[in-house]
């Protein structure tokens, strides 16, 4: 299967913070499970396995289809508009 156009318009990845956290879970005082990279601005989110899902909430805010895992050696990118995950 090609990649989404998303996916493939990818040339430079944001890279995730030295000591990634996700703010609004800080500012609830909450807890996340794994933090994902937004490829359009860098904003930082937790997961969908997280309860309060920030990264998703943050597409769905904003439109911007790709992340990226903010996890040391996890290597791929998700395209939320269509469901396809990449490697790279």
């Known amino acids: 299967m090609a990649l ?6 990818l040339q430079t990845l ?8 996700c703010p609004e ?3 609830l005082g ?5 933090l994902r990279v937004c490829q359009d601005c860098g904003h ?12 998703t909430r943050h597409f769905q805010a904003t439109s911007h289809p790709v992340v990226t895992s903010a996890e040391p050696g996890e290597q791929w990118a998700w395209c939320y508009v269509d469901q396809q995950m990449a490697e790279y």
Not at 4 to 9: K, V
């Open 30 to 34: 909450d807890t996340w499970v794994h």
């Open 4 to 9: 989404c156009t998303h996916l493939s318009a």
């Open 44 to 55: 930082v989110g937790c997961c969908d396995s997280s309860k309060n899902k920030h990264a």
């Open 25 to 27: 879970c800080v500012a």
């Open 14 to 21: 944001i890279p995730a913070p030295a000591d990634p956290v």
